[in-house]
């Protein structure tokens, strides 16, 4: 869905819409699992920089609520992982800020993204808010085994033959040794 400033400027535009996975692209982090859903609206602010300096800047507030599935922190194996939040962001047009000085800056702008020419991609917005509300570190359960770093079965499943630990550690130095000594 695209936010056109041409049509934000006539009217506030409101939203309530489902998408389906894929849609939205989420690279390697998380893939989405069932439809993710999102309403809210989208306003003009126009912030009065001087006389004939007024920046139509995109409002775009609203909330999305999904499910998705992460790859635990140690054994990759897909972890489903369900997700909502609210925002409630400004969107500057690229052009505004790029004249080489900083402006002075008055509110907190942790908040402000930028769009390009003249409309917002609620897509693009979505896609960076889900990433954002996603966990760090996903762990299937607590006392994930994870995958042995010898041979790489998943150690929740199937426990593996490889021993490790510090007496492996000394097994191995020994092995080092007696390459070392033999002729
Ligand atoms: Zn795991
Ligand atoms: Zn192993």
């Known amino acids: ?21 894929g849609v939205i692209d989420l690279g390697t982090e998380a893939e989405q699992a069932g439809q993710l859903a999102a309403s809210g609206q989208a306003e003009v602010l126009h912030e009065h920089r001087g006389p004939k300096d007024i920046v139509a ?8 609520s999904g499910k998705f599935q992460v790859p635990c922190a140690r054994c ?6 369900p997700l909502a939040a609210d925002f409630d962001l400004i969107f500057r047009p690229a052009a505004a800020d790029s004249e080489g000085l900083e402006r002075s800056i008055t509110a907190p702008e942790t908040e402000i993204g930028y769009y390009q020419k003249d409309s917002l991609l609620l897509e693009d917005v979505l896609r960076e808010q889900v990433l954002l509300a996603l966990p760090v570190r996903t762990l299937c359960k607590p006392d994930c085994k994870g995958l042995c770093p010898r041979c790489g079965v998943n150690r929740n499943s199937q426990p593996c033959n490889c021993e490790v630990g510090p007496s492996d550690l000394r097994w191995e130095a020994l092995a080092g040794l007696r390459g070392r000594i033999e002729p």
Do not use: T, Y
């Open 1 to 21: 869905m695209e936010f056109k400033i041409s049509e934000l400027e006539r009217e506030p535009i409101e939203f309530d819409l489902e998408l389906a996975p």
């Open 76 to 81: 990759v194996d897909p972890v489903e992982v």
């Open 57 to 64: 800047d995109i409002r775009l507030k609203g909330r999305f």
